[in-house]
Protein backbone atom coordinates (compact mmCIF):
# COMPACT_ATOMS: atom_id res chain seq x y z
CA UNK A 1 0.00 0.00 0.00
CA UNK A 2 1.50 3.31 -0.93
CA UNK A 3 1.97 5.70 1.98
CA UNK A 4 3.25 9.30 1.85
CA UNK A 5 3.62 11.05 5.40
CA UNK A 6 3.98 15.02 5.67
CA UNK A 7 5.36 16.47 8.95
CA UNK A 8 7.62 19.47 9.85
CA UNK A 9 4.51 22.12 9.44
CA UNK A 10 4.56 24.94 12.41
CA UNK A 11 3.68 28.48 12.98
CA UNK A 12 6.52 30.97 11.96
CA UNK A 13 7.29 34.35 11.51
CA UNK A 14 7.57 36.08 8.19
CA UNK A 15 10.76 35.60 7.14
CA UNK A 16 11.54 32.58 8.44
CA UNK A 17 12.57 29.44 7.40
CA UNK A 18 10.99 25.25 7.31
CA UNK A 19 11.75 22.21 6.38
CA UNK A 20 8.98 19.99 5.33
CA UNK A 21 9.66 16.27 4.93
CA UNK A 22 7.52 13.54 3.15
CA UNK A 23 7.94 9.79 4.38
CA UNK A 24 7.35 7.51 1.23
CA UNK A 25 6.54 3.70 2.02
CA UNK A 26 4.75 0.90 0.07
CA UNK A 27 6.39 1.66 -3.51
CA UNK A 28 10.02 1.85 -4.90
CA UNK A 29 10.47 5.38 -4.28
CA UNK A 30 13.66 6.14 -6.47
CA UNK A 31 11.70 5.46 -9.34
CA UNK A 32 9.16 8.02 -9.44
CA UNK A 33 8.76 11.81 -9.87
CA UNK A 34 8.01 13.15 -6.81
CA UNK A 35 5.38 16.69 -6.09
CA UNK A 36 4.60 18.95 -3.65
CA UNK A 37 1.54 20.84 -3.43
CA UNK A 38 -0.46 23.21 -1.43
CA UNK A 39 -3.75 24.75 -0.44
CA UNK A 40 -4.45 27.33 1.43
CA UNK A 41 -6.96 27.42 4.15
CA UNK A 42 -10.58 27.48 2.05
CA UNK A 43 -9.02 27.47 -1.16
CA UNK A 44 -8.31 25.25 -4.35
CA UNK A 45 -4.81 23.35 -5.30
CA UNK A 46 -1.53 24.89 -5.99
CA UNK A 47 1.42 22.91 -7.47
CA UNK A 48 4.82 24.10 -5.55
CA UNK A 49 6.89 21.77 -6.98
CA UNK A 50 8.57 18.70 -8.37
CA UNK A 51 11.38 16.58 -8.79
CA UNK A 52 13.01 14.06 -11.02
CA UNK A 53 13.46 10.47 -10.06
CA UNK A 54 16.81 11.12 -9.31
CA UNK A 55 16.89 14.82 -7.94
CA UNK A 56 18.99 15.61 -11.12
CA UNK A 57 15.75 17.78 -12.32
CA UNK A 58 14.02 20.05 -10.66
CA UNK A 59 11.14 23.13 -11.30
CA UNK A 60 8.94 25.39 -9.80
CA UNK A 61 5.85 27.46 -8.90
CA UNK A 62 6.83 31.44 -9.86
CA UNK A 63 5.30 31.68 -6.03
CA UNK A 64 7.77 30.23 -4.76
CA UNK A 65 10.87 30.15 -7.21
CA UNK A 66 14.13 31.25 -5.53
CA UNK A 67 12.54 30.68 -1.97
CA UNK A 68 11.60 26.86 -2.14
CA UNK A 69 14.47 24.16 -2.55
CA UNK A 70 13.18 20.74 -3.15
CA UNK A 71 15.05 17.32 -2.33
CA UNK A 72 14.97 13.85 -2.47
CA UNK A 73 16.81 11.50 -0.31
CA UNK A 74 16.42 7.58 -2.29
CA UNK A 75 18.28 5.80 0.34
CA UNK A 76 15.66 7.17 3.20
CA UNK A 77 12.71 7.42 1.22
CA UNK A 78 12.20 10.37 1.74
CA UNK A 79 10.97 14.33 -0.13
CA UNK A 80 11.86 17.75 1.41
CA UNK A 81 10.96 20.73 1.06
CA UNK A 82 12.98 23.74 2.18
CA UNK A 83 11.60 26.34 2.57
CA UNK A 84 12.85 30.13 2.88
CA UNK A 85 11.71 34.11 3.59
CA UNK A 86 8.33 32.80 4.24
CA UNK A 87 6.18 34.97 3.41
CA UNK A 88 1.84 35.17 4.67
CA UNK A 89 0.73 34.08 1.83
CA UNK A 90 2.92 30.90 2.00
CA UNK A 91 0.17 29.57 4.62
CA UNK A 92 -1.53 26.67 3.57
CA UNK A 93 -1.19 22.92 3.79
CA UNK A 94 0.79 21.26 2.04
CA UNK A 95 1.02 17.79 0.33
CA UNK A 96 3.50 15.53 -1.34
CA UNK A 97 2.42 13.66 -4.02
CA UNK A 98 3.95 11.01 -6.01
CA UNK A 99 4.52 10.32 -9.68
CA UNK A 100 3.71 12.35 -12.88
CA UNK A 101 0.13 12.18 -12.46
CA UNK A 102 -0.42 12.64 -8.48
CA UNK A 103 -1.75 9.41 -8.11
CA UNK A 104 -0.81 9.39 -4.87
CA UNK A 105 -1.09 12.09 -2.06
CA UNK A 106 -0.25 12.51 1.75
CA UNK A 107 -2.54 13.92 4.60
CA UNK A 108 -0.53 16.97 4.30
CA UNK A 109 1.20 18.65 7.12
CA UNK A 110 0.13 22.54 8.22
CA UNK A 111 2.23 25.36 7.77
CA UNK A 112 1.45 29.22 9.21
CA UNK A 113 3.44 31.91 8.80
CA UNK A 114 2.61 34.84 10.82
CA UNK A 115 4.06 36.85 13.24
CA UNK B 1 1.76 29.53 -18.43
CA UNK B 2 -1.09 27.24 -18.90
CA UNK B 3 -4.57 28.59 -17.30
CA UNK B 4 -7.00 26.35 -16.45
CA UNK B 5 -10.92 26.92 -16.41
CA UNK B 6 -13.46 24.96 -14.88
CA UNK B 7 -17.17 25.45 -14.96
CA UNK B 8 -19.28 25.60 -13.19
CA UNK B 9 -17.67 26.69 -10.31
CA UNK B 10 -20.58 24.72 -8.34
CA UNK B 11 -23.46 21.87 -8.98
CA UNK B 12 -25.61 20.74 -6.28
CA UNK B 13 -27.48 17.15 -7.95
CA UNK B 14 -29.98 15.25 -7.21
CA UNK B 15 -28.79 11.75 -6.28
CA UNK B 16 -28.96 9.63 -9.46
CA UNK B 17 -28.96 12.30 -12.06
CA UNK B 18 -25.88 13.11 -14.01
CA UNK B 19 -23.44 15.90 -13.68
CA UNK B 20 -21.01 17.31 -15.89
CA UNK B 21 -18.14 19.59 -15.61
CA UNK B 22 -16.24 21.22 -17.78
CA UNK B 23 -12.20 22.06 -18.08
CA UNK B 24 -10.70 24.24 -20.59
CA UNK B 25 -6.83 25.42 -21.30
CA UNK B 26 -5.32 28.10 -22.45
CA UNK B 27 -2.87 26.08 -24.64
CA UNK B 28 -3.15 22.79 -26.26
CA UNK B 29 -2.83 19.47 -24.27
CA UNK B 30 -1.83 17.43 -26.82
CA UNK B 31 1.94 16.33 -26.15
CA UNK B 32 4.10 15.05 -29.31
CA UNK B 33 4.47 11.59 -27.71
CA UNK B 34 0.65 11.79 -28.59
CA UNK B 35 -0.54 11.55 -24.89
CA UNK B 36 -2.94 14.27 -23.63
CA UNK B 37 -2.09 15.68 -20.32
CA UNK B 38 -4.98 16.18 -18.50
CA UNK B 39 -6.19 14.74 -15.02
CA UNK B 40 -9.27 15.01 -12.57
CA UNK B 41 -9.13 14.48 -8.96
CA UNK B 42 -12.08 14.91 -6.40
CA UNK B 43 -10.74 15.93 -2.88
CA UNK B 44 -14.11 14.86 -0.73
CA UNK B 45 -14.85 16.89 2.62
CA UNK B 46 -11.77 16.71 4.93
CA UNK B 47 -9.65 14.36 2.89
CA UNK B 48 -6.74 14.82 0.45
CA UNK B 49 -7.42 15.03 -3.34
CA UNK B 50 -7.34 11.66 -5.37
CA UNK B 51 -6.79 10.84 -8.58
CA UNK B 52 -10.33 9.70 -10.84
CA UNK B 53 -9.10 10.39 -14.33
CA UNK B 54 -5.79 10.60 -16.06
CA UNK B 55 -4.78 11.15 -19.99
CA UNK B 56 -8.05 12.30 -20.32
CA UNK B 57 -10.27 9.33 -20.11
CA UNK B 58 -8.39 6.69 -18.61
CA UNK B 59 -9.99 5.53 -14.64
CA UNK B 60 -7.85 5.18 -11.98
CA UNK B 61 -7.63 2.09 -10.07
CA UNK B 62 -10.66 1.47 -7.82
CA UNK B 63 -12.77 4.66 -9.55
CA UNK B 64 -16.23 3.44 -10.65
CA UNK B 65 -16.91 3.87 -14.14
CA UNK B 66 -19.89 5.99 -13.04
CA UNK B 67 -17.19 8.34 -13.50
CA UNK B 68 -16.07 9.28 -17.57
CA UNK B 69 -13.38 11.59 -18.85
CA UNK B 70 -13.87 13.18 -22.60
CA UNK B 71 -12.22 15.80 -24.17
CA UNK B 72 -9.39 16.84 -26.54
CA UNK B 73 -6.92 19.56 -27.32
CA UNK B 74 -7.80 22.40 -24.83
CA UNK B 75 -11.92 21.14 -23.66
CA UNK B 76 -12.45 18.66 -21.51
CA UNK B 77 -15.46 16.91 -19.97
CA UNK B 78 -15.81 14.68 -16.59
CA UNK B 79 -18.83 13.64 -16.60
CA UNK B 80 -20.57 11.16 -13.77
CA UNK B 81 -23.61 9.01 -15.38
CA UNK B 82 -25.56 8.82 -11.71
CA UNK B 83 -24.17 10.73 -9.32
CA UNK B 84 -24.53 8.90 -5.36
CA UNK B 85 -24.02 11.01 -2.52
CA UNK B 86 -20.03 9.76 -1.33
CA UNK B 87 -19.26 12.17 -4.85
CA UNK B 88 -19.46 15.19 -2.95
CA UNK B 89 -16.77 17.56 -2.93
CA UNK B 90 -14.60 19.67 -4.76
CA UNK B 91 -13.15 18.40 -8.47
CA UNK B 92 -10.16 19.70 -9.62
CA UNK B 93 -9.12 19.34 -13.61
CA UNK B 94 -5.02 19.61 -13.83
CA UNK B 95 -2.59 19.71 -16.68
CA UNK B 96 0.44 18.06 -17.10
CA UNK B 97 2.24 18.59 -20.50
CA UNK B 98 4.08 21.80 -18.98
CA UNK B 99 4.43 21.67 -14.90
CA UNK B 100 1.63 21.43 -13.46
CA UNK B 101 -1.60 23.70 -13.03
CA UNK B 102 -4.77 23.05 -11.63
CA UNK B 103 -8.17 24.89 -12.34
CA UNK B 104 -9.80 26.82 -9.62
CA UNK B 105 -12.14 23.42 -8.35
CA UNK B 106 -15.61 22.38 -8.86
CA UNK B 107 -17.92 21.75 -5.52
CA UNK B 108 -20.88 19.50 -5.93
CA UNK B 109 -23.08 19.05 -3.66
CA UNK B 110 -26.43 17.18 -3.30
CA UNK B 111 -30.08 18.38 -3.23
Known amino acids: EVQLVESGGVVVQPGGSLRLSCAAS????????MHWVRQAPGKGLEWVSL????????YYADSVKGRFTISRDNSKNSLYLQMNSLRTEDTALYYC????????WGQGTLVTVSS | DIVMTQTPLSLSVTPGQPASISCKSS???????????LYWYLQKPGQSPQLLIY???SRFSGVPDRFSGSGSGTDFTLKISRVEAEDVGVYYC????????FGQGTKVEIK
Open chain 1, 97 to 104: AKDGRLSY
Open chain 1, 26 to 33: GFTFDDYT
Open chain 1, 51 to 58: ISWDGGST
Open chain 2, 27 to 37: QSLLHSDGKTY
Open chain 2, 55 to 57: EVS
Open chain 2, 94 to 101: MQGIHLRT
